[in-house]
């Protein structure tokens, strides 16, 4: 029998703080979307591990991941990004970052979020999502984009029911656990 995520997490340190801080909590802004998003494209054929420990270097390389200023990028900036030994120095991984946060510029200005444009589509099945995903952004299989959703509150299971985080996420009302959303 295979370990669980939550029980995985408990041995290792890096993976505990994001266990108990971040995976499966509902996320509303669109920096941390697009973060969680990039973060989830960057672990493609990666060790999540390895993606946790270069987390701060991310943030710093994508100035926070400010929308506006990612989607500004230019050749200048990618190759500033290819050069940055701080994150994963894969060219379609940037690319698709930059021009993902471009397309989130446009689901912005017509749905008011990307958040906003979750919750107008949810709930999906799983399928649904990807074919969705696969539409309207890049680099999005579908092991990202099952990641992507369980790691922000759009699809259950993140945590073992009887894990203390399971209970605190409850408590947020994760969209995975309200159905359909109101406003969508």
């Not at 270069?54 to 994508?62: D, L, S, T």
């Amino acid at each position: 029998m295979s370990q669980t995520y939550c029980e995985y997490a408990r041995t290792r340190p890096l993976h505990k703080l994001y266990h108990d801080t971040e995976y499966g909590f509902p996320i509303r802004d669109d920096n941390a979307l697009l973060e969680r998003l990039t973060l989830e494209i960057a672990q493609a054929g990666l060790s999540w591990e390895t993606i946790l420990k270069k987390k701060e270097g991310y943030a710093r390389a994508f100035e926070g991941f400010d929308l506006d200023i990612v989607a500004g990028y230019g050749v200048e900036e990618e190759a500033r990004l290819l050069a940055d030994i701080g994150i994963i120095r894969n060219r379609l991984k940037v690319e698709a970052t930059i021009e993902n946060t471009r397309r989130l510029i446009s689901i912005r200005e017509s749905h008011g979020s990307f958040a906003g444009w979750l919750d107008m589509h949810h709930p999906l099945t799983p399928g649904d999502w990807q074919r969705l995903f696969k539409k309207t952004f890049l680099f999005t299989g579908g092991e990202i984009v099952r990641s992507f959703l369980l790691s922000t509150g759009y699809l259950p299971e993140a945590h073992d029911e009887d894990c203390p985080v399971h209970a605190e996420i409850i408590t947020l009302r994760p969209p995975w656990r309200e159905g359909p959303l109101e406003n969508a």
